[in-house]
């Protein structure tokens, strides 16, 4: 049985062309930012698509002491829906460079 090394090659060379287009993704993604908001927009949370939180706004008019665990949980909820959107935008990119092939360690697939 005689092995295709001209199919391997192509192969190999396919593979690393799919990793150059996975490493410029993830470099466009981590410069693209999803929002979100909570309690009819007092609270917005910004996320990119590194899945970090870039930022945090809250109208002045929720700042009140007297009222910190509601203003935290609103946070938490805004930051929460963020970082799903960010999760939900890279699927998205990666399901459209892979053709939804499912490449286990690639954004958490697999």
Not at 22 to 51: K, P, W
Not at 64 to 91: F, R, S, T, W, Y
């Amino acid at each position: 049985m005689a092995l295709d090394f001209g199919a391997m090659g192509d192969l190999v060379q396919k593979a690393q062309e799919m990793q150059r287009k996975v490493a410029d993704l993830q470099a466009d993604l981590a410069g693209r930012t999803v929002s979100a908001d909570a309690g009819g927009g007092m609270v917005t949370a910004t996320a990119n698509g590194a899945g970090e939180l870039v930022s945090i706004r809250l109208e002045r008019e929720i700042i009140n002491p007297g009222e910190a665990e509601m203003l935290e949980d609103l946070i938490l909820a805004a930051a929460n829906e963020a970082l799903k959107k960010a999760q939900d935008l890279v699927a998205r990119e990666m399901a459209a460079l892979t053709g939804g092939l499912k490449l286990p360690g690639l954004f958490g697939q697999g």
